[in-house]
């Protein structure tokens, strides 16, 4: 195997593994849910985009046919992790709006506070000037 | 070298599952539980990449794409349920 591409796919792997290990931490580490949020969605996707180019080089390199799988990964990764954490903050700050999952690090204490513009909060409460049925 | 890589990043994201084990047990809100779930499917989506290069077999992809899509569906699901109280309207 030809021994750039061995230091390229040894160096992508160190870095993937490490930033893997810095999201984890982070979402061990960090203070509140909205901070959380930043180290998986960040740190660990990037890290295992790392580790899928690392063996998108390392296939073809040591023999064998270039696939175009883990590309598949890397874009369906890149483009769900954002929809997730989009998801779980809105759920986190509807739950949070009811006072059923109090968590006073994010500073957001019984119901939300108002927005200040036309229209409410994106989580599935109506549009403020739709009338209730 | 590429095997001394591997076992780094085997141990790293090892230890990276089990701080979101730790988290997923721990965390206070339902939030935290769901978002160390997603992480622990995105982990394992790596663990399996990196167990396809130490085998140099490729038939390891396939189970890494169903788990991406499989983990996601899942975070989706969860976040519904608490937002809704239901999944499929």
New interface residues.
Partial sequence: MNPIAEIVVSVLIVIGGSFALIGSWGLVRLPSLMTRLHGPTKATTLGVGSCLIASMIYFPAAGGSFSAHELLITLFLFVSAPISANMIAKAHLHRQGWSIDPNPEDAIKGALPDTGGPTGWATFWKPRDEPDE | ??G???Q??????A???M??M??LLAG?????R???L??LT??A??LI??F??HE?S?TY??A??LL??VG?VG??AY??F???GDIVE
Avoid: H, K, Y
């Fill in positions: 070298m590429i001394l890589a591997l780094f990043g085997f141990a790293c994201i230890a990276a599952a701080l979101n730790w988290r206070p809100s339902r939030g935290d769901i978002l160390a997603d992480t995105i982990n989506i790596a990449v990196l396809g290069i140099t490729a992809f396939e890494a794409l991406a899509m996601f975070t989706v976040c519904r608490l937002l809704r």
